[in-house]
C-alpha cells in the first residue's frame, strides 16, 4: 500500500515520534534529579524553619508546615513521573528491539549451553554487553546466592542513593538454571519460590529468570501456559519465568519471548 506524495506512513511517522522522545531520555533523568535535589533541600529547609518556629512563631510555624506539605506531594508527583517515564523507554526498547530482531536467534558458540546463554544475553542487550565487557566479575558460573544455587549469575548491584533512598539507579540481576530433561509445573513452581527468596539478597533488581533447556524435546501445555500466565510477584515488581530451548537447528526458542530487558 502506498502512501500518498507528501503524505508520511502513519506507522512509521509514530516510531519516528517515540524515537524523537525516547532519546530525550538522558535530558529528562536529570532534570529529575536536579528537581528532586532542589524540592528535598527546600523540604530540610522548612522542617528546620517548623522546629525553630513552632514554639515563638505560629504564623510561620502553620506556613512551614503547608509547605512541607507540598513539598511531600510534589516529591511524590516527581517520583510518578520518574516512573512512568521509565515505563515508557523500556517499552519503546522493548519495540525497538522487536522491530529489529532476527525472526529466530542463532545459538552463538561456546562449550556449554550456559556459556552459550552468557554470549547470547551480551550480543542481545547493550547494557549487559557493557557490564560483562567493563566488570567481568559480575558474570559467576554455578554461583549462589542466598543460599540458592544458579548455573549463570550476573548482576549490576544499585548505586548507594538507590539503596538508601529509592532514588538513582536500580540496578539489575539475571539468573538461570539449566532445567531438567523433563519440565513440569512442579518444577517452575518450585524455581518461583526460590526467585522470591533470592531477589531481595541480589543487590540488584531481578529482571530476568530463566530456566535453560538443552533438550530440544516439546513443551507440555501445561508449562506454556504457567510461563506465559504466571509472573513471580517480587513484592512491587514482576519477573516472568523465561524458557529459552536449544533447538537442533541452531536457534532458540524463548516462552515467553522476553525483550528490552533490562
Keep these: 500500500m502506498f502512501s500518498p506524495p507528501g503524505v508520511e506512513d502513519p506507522i512509521s511517522a509514530l516510531f519516528d515520534l517515540s524515537d524523537r522522545v525516547a532519546q530525550m531520555a538522558p535530558t529528562v533523568r536529570r532534570m529529575y534529579r536536579y528537581t528532586a535535589v532542589v ?3 527546600f523540604l530540610v529547609i522548612m522542617l528546620v524553619l517548623l522546629l525553630i518556629t513552632v514554639r515563638t512563631n505560629g504564623f510561620l510555624a502553620i506556613l512551614a508546615f503547608i509547605a512541607i506539605a507540598v513539598s511531600v506531594v510534589a516529591l511524590s508527583l516527581l517520583r510518578e513521573t520518574d516512573r512512568f517515564f ?6 519503546h526498547r522493548s519495540i525497538r528491539l522487536l522491530r529489529d530482531a532476527e525472526p529466530r536467534a542463532r545459538i552463538p558458540e561456546g562449550r556449554t549451553p ?3 546463554l552468557a554470549r547470547h544475553l551480551a550480543q542481545a542487550n547493550p547494557r549487559v554487553e557493557a557490564l560483562v565487557r567493563d566488570h567481568p566479575d559480575a558474570l559467576r558460573y554455578r554461583a549462589e546466592a542466598g543460599g540458592v544455587p544458579f548455573d549463570l549469575l550476573l548482576v549490576a548491584p544499585a548505586d548507594r542513593a538507590y539503596s538508601v533512598l529509592r ?3 536500580p540496578g539489575f540481576a539475571i539468573v538461570a538454571r539449566l532445567a531438567p530433561e523433563t519440565l513440569g509445573v512442579a518444577d517452575l513452581e518450585r524455581f518461583a519460590g526460590e526467585l522470591r527468596t533470592v531477589a531481595p539478597r541480589l543487590g540488584g533488581r531481578l529482571v530476568r529468570a530463566i530456566l535453560l533447556r538443552a533438550n530440544p524435546a516439546p513443551l507440555g501445555e501445561p508449562v506454556y501456559e504457567y510461563a506465559v500466565g504466571h509472573p513471580v510477584d517480587l513484592r512491587g515488581s514482576h519477573v516472568a519465568i523465561e524458557i529459552i530451548t536449544e533447538n537442533a ?3 532458540y526458542d ?3 519471548h522476553v525483550l528490552g530487558v533490562p
Design 249 to 251: 537447528d541452531g536457534s
Design 167 to 169: 532514588w538513582g539507579e
Design 114 to 116: 550456559v556459556e552459550r
Design 39 to 41: 524540592v528535598v533541600l
Design 86 to 91: 521509565r515505563s515508557f523507554v523500556l517499552r
Design 254 to 256: 524463548f516462552v515467553p
